[in-house]
């Protein structure tokens, strides 16, 4: 059968609410973020999850423990599954990137599956992170491939985007074409002949939350 993963990206942050670049940087919940991540775990609540793996940077560790409560679960935090490392632009702004880094920037946006920023990472070497957690939730999941188990991961936008990638064969140039929303949540179900996108950034059990 198939591995079930229920993909998640963390509540708002207080660094996305004010327009800064995290990557690795450890920056809390918003109280929208918390108020995300409860809902997260509400709508969750009823499944059948037998595991939570997430990031070990709080704003995605704290929407894991809300998800994983309610199943009696430990939120299993590794540092593989964090953001994208973006160096010195972390606690940056757009503006503010640009205008101190303008070559850089404009190196990065041409070709960010090679080149990193300035002490940071490239998606290539996020896309070696990501194949390592992966490969370790499934190593943790003995019924893969016997019958179906449902898993959940939370972690960042540029993680799960590249995460995505590389199950459907996505060229990682094309990350960004994957919304993925503060809160939402994706389906991904992973055979040993490939892999089919079931739920992809679903927010409606954030009604009425901005």
Avoid: K
Avoid at 14 to 42: F, K, T, V
Avoid at 81 to 99: D, H, K, P, T, V
Avoid at 172 to 196: P, T
């Amino acid at each position: 059968m198939g591995l079930r993963l229920l993909l998640m990206r963390h509540g708002q942050s207080q660094w996305n609410e004010a327009g800064r670049y995290q990557g690795q940087a450890d920056i809390p919940l918003s109280q929208l973020g918390q108020q995300q991540a409860a809902a997260l775990a509400q709508r969750l609540a009823s499944e059948p999850i037998a595991a939570v793996h997430c990031s070990d940077l709080q704003r995605a560790l704290a929407t894991a423990e809300m998800v994983a409560r309610p199943h009696g679960l430990p939120a299993q935090a590794d540092p593989l599954w964090r953001e994208l490392a973006f160096g010195a632009w972390e606690g940056l702004s757009y503006q503010e990137i640009a205008e101190r880094f303008p070559a850089d920037w404009h190196a990065w946006l041409a070709d960010p599956v090679s080149i990193g920023p300035p002490g940071g990472e490239s998606l290539t070497r996020l896309a070696e992170r990501v194949r390592q957690a992966l490969a370790a939730v499934r190593a943790r999941s003995p019924a893969d491939g016997e019958s179906d188990t449902s898993v959940a991961v939370v972690s960042h936008a540029g993680t799960l985007q590249v995460l995505l990638c590389l199950a459907l064969g996505v060229d990682l140039s094309r990350y960004w074409q994957f919304r993925l929303d503060h809160g939402s949540l994706s389906l991904l179900w992973l055979y040993q002949e490939g892999a089919i996108l079931a739920l992809l950034n679903d927010c409606s059990h954030l009604s009425g939350r901005a």
